[in-house]
C-alpha cells in the first residue's frame, strides 16, 4: 500500500461522483410540474413515465440532496433540491388525519397506497435529520421527531422488544403473513439505528440517545447471529426466527421465487446488509462519543465473514448472500451491496490496518468502476451477473435510487481521506 495509489483510488472515486453520479440526478430528478422527486429511468437514463412516488424513493432523494450539499458539493444547488423534495415530503405525503406519511403516491401527490410502513418512515427520519442538519430548515427535524413519537406509541412492542412494522393507514396492524404484521426484520431495525443516529446528531435529546442505545442493543443481542455475527432477516415477535417471505407492500420483491420465498428460508444471510450494518454501527458509536474498540471482536468476525465469503476474488465484486456459516448461496452481483461494503471495508482498514480488507476493498473498487457503472450515463446497473455482464438495465426505480451510489462515493472519499492524513 502505497500514497500514491491510495490518492489514485480516490480520485477516481470523486471523478465518478462530481462529473458521472451528481450530474446525473440534478438534471433529471427534479419534477418541476408536480413536485417532489422523478426516480424512474432506463438505462439510457430517459424517464420511463412510471406513475409513482414511493415514500422510500423521495425519502432517499432528499437525503441524498441533503448530504451531497452537506458534504460541500454542488456550489449550494443541492440545497435546493433538498428543500424542493421536503416540500413534496411534507405537503403532499403527509396524513393530516391520522398522521405519519403514506406509503405510495402518484406523479401529482395523489394517494395509491395508504398504509404506514416503518421501513419507510425509517427513511424519513433519516432524511428530514439530515435535510435540518444540511440545511438549517426546522420543518425537517419537526417532521423526523414527529415521526420518531408515532412509531414510540404505535409500533413498540412492550413485551418483547423491538417495533413492528406494517400498518394500515390507521396505525392498527396489518395481518400475519405476506402483510407482515406478524415479523420483525433486520432491515427495518437496522435502518432504525441508521435514522436514530442522524435525529439525535440533530437533537441532542436524551429520548433519542436512549431508543438508538436501545435498538443497537436489539440488533447486537437479538437480531445477528449469535456465533456468526451475521445478519438473520426475519423473525416472529418473541424473536424466534422466521422463514423469510416476500411482503405484499415492502422491499425484496424483485429477489423472490415466484412462489414468494426463498430456497434456504432460515439459513441465509446478506453481505451487504451484514457490512452495512458494521459501518452504521461505527459511525453511530461515533456520533454516541463512545469507542468502537468496545465492540471490535464483533466488527473482526463481520468483516472477516465478508472477506472470506462474500467477495469474489476471480471476477471482483460482491456475492449476494449465503450460510451463515460460509459459503455462497447467490454469485449475483447487486448494486447497493458493492457502495455499502466499499464503506465498510474502508472502515475495516482504519480500524484494524489489516491489508486484506485493503486488497478487498481495491477489489470492489475496481469491479464497480469497470462493470457496475453505467459509463454511457454515470449511474449504477441494478444487477450484474458472476462476471459484471448487466442482468437489470434500468437506472432508477423506487427500489434503485441514488441513496447507495451517491452515499458511498461521498463515505469513501472521507475515509480515504482520513487513511492519506495518517501516511
Same mark, same amino acid.
Given at each position: ?29 427534479? !419534477?418541476?410540474?408536480? %413536485? *417532489? #422527486?422523478?426516480?424512474? @429511468?432506463?438505462? $439510457?437514463?430517459?424517464?420511463? /413515465? ?106 413498540? !412492542?412492550?413485551?418483547? %422488544? *423491538? #417495533?413492528?412494522?406494517? @400498518?394500515?393507514? $390507521?396505525?392498527?396492524?396489518? /395481518? ?248
Amino acid at each position: 500500500m502505497n500514497k500514491k495509489e491510495v490518492l489514485k483510488l480516490k480520485e477516481e472515486a470523486q471523478n465518478h461522483l462530481v462529473n458521472e453520479l451528481l450530474p446525473f440526478w440534478e438534471s433529471r430528478m427534479i !419534477d418541476e410540474k408536480n %413536485g *417532489g #422527486y422523478i426516480t424512474h @429511468f432506463d438505462k $439510457d437514463g430517459k424517464d420511463t /413515465g412510471e406513475d409513482e412516488k414511493s415514500l422510500i424513493a423521495q425519502t432517499r432523494c432528499l437525503y441524498t440532496a441533503s448530504s451531497v450539499h452537506r458534504a460541500g458539493y454542488g456550489d449550494g444547488r443541492f440545497a435546493g433540491m433538498a428543500k424542493h423534495g421536503a416540500d413534496f415530503l411534507i405537503g403532499k405525503m403527509w396524513d393530516n388525519e391520522n398522521e405519519g406519511f403514506y406509503w405510495m403516491m402518484d406523479r401529482k401527490g395523489n394517494v395509491k397506497i395508504d398504509r404506514k410502513i416503518i421501513y419507510g418512515h425509517s427513511f424519513a427520519i433519516y432524511a428530514l435529520s439530515e435535510y435540518t442538519l444540511s440545511t438549517g430548515d426546522p420543518r425537517g427535524i419537526e417532521y423526523a421527531q414527529k415521526v420518531f413519537d408515532l412509531i414510540q406509541k404505535y409500533c413498540t !412492542d412492550t413485551m418483547y %422488544g *423491538g #417495533y413492528w412494522e406494517m @400498518f394500515h393507514r $390507521d396505525w392498527t396492524l396489518c /395481518g400475519p403473513g405476506s402483510q407482515g404484521g406478524d415479523r420483525k426484520t433486520l432491515d427495518v431495525h437496522m435502518h432504525l439505528m441508521e435514522a436514530f443516529t442522524t435525529l439525535y446528531e440533530c437533537t441532542g435529546r436524551d429520548v433519542h440517545h436512549r431508543k438508538l442505545l436501545e435498538v443497537i442493543d436489539l440488533l447486537l443481542y437479538r437480531i445477528i447471529h449469535p456465533k456468526y455475527k451475521t445478519g438473520i432477516p426475519q423473525f416472529f415477535k418473541n424473536w424466534e426466527i422466521a422463514p423469510q417471505i416476500k411482503f405484499e407492500t415492502i422491499w425484496g420483491w424483485d429477489r423472490f421465487s415466484a412462489e414468494g420465498q426463498k430456497a434456504n428460508l432460515t439459513d441465509n444471510t446478506c453481505y451487504g446488509h451484514n457490512a452495512e450494518f458494521a459501518w452504521l454501527l461505527i459511525h453511530a458509536l461515533d456520533i454516541l462519543k463512545t469507542n468502537p474498540d468496545v465492540y471490535a471482536d464483533v466488527f473482526r468476525t463481520i468483516f472477516d465473514h465478508t472477506v472470506n465469503n462474500g467477495i469474489d476474488y476471480e471476477y471482483g465484486g460482491v456475492f449476494v448472500e449465503g450460510s451463515h456459516a460460509g459459503g455462497v448461496y447467490d454469485m449475483e452481483k447487486e448494486f447497493w451491496q458493492q457502495a455499502e461494503v466499499l464503506t465498510a471495508l474502508l472502515d475495516a482498514y482504519i480500524m484494524f490496518r489489516d491489508p486484506v480488507y485493503w486488497e478487498a476493498y481495491q477489489n470492489v473498487h475496481r469491479f464497480v468502476m469497470d462493470k457496475v457503472v453505467n459509463k454511457a450515463v454515470g449511474e449504477w446497473y441494478p444487477l450484474l451477473t458472476r462476471k459484471g455482464e448487466p442482468i437489470w438495465t434500468h437506472m432508477g426505480h423506487s427500489w434503485k435510487i441514488n441513496y447507495h451510489t451517491v452515499r458511498s462515493m461521498i463515505q469513501s472519499i472521507q475515509r480515504l481521506d482520513k487513511i492519506l492524513q495518517s501516511m
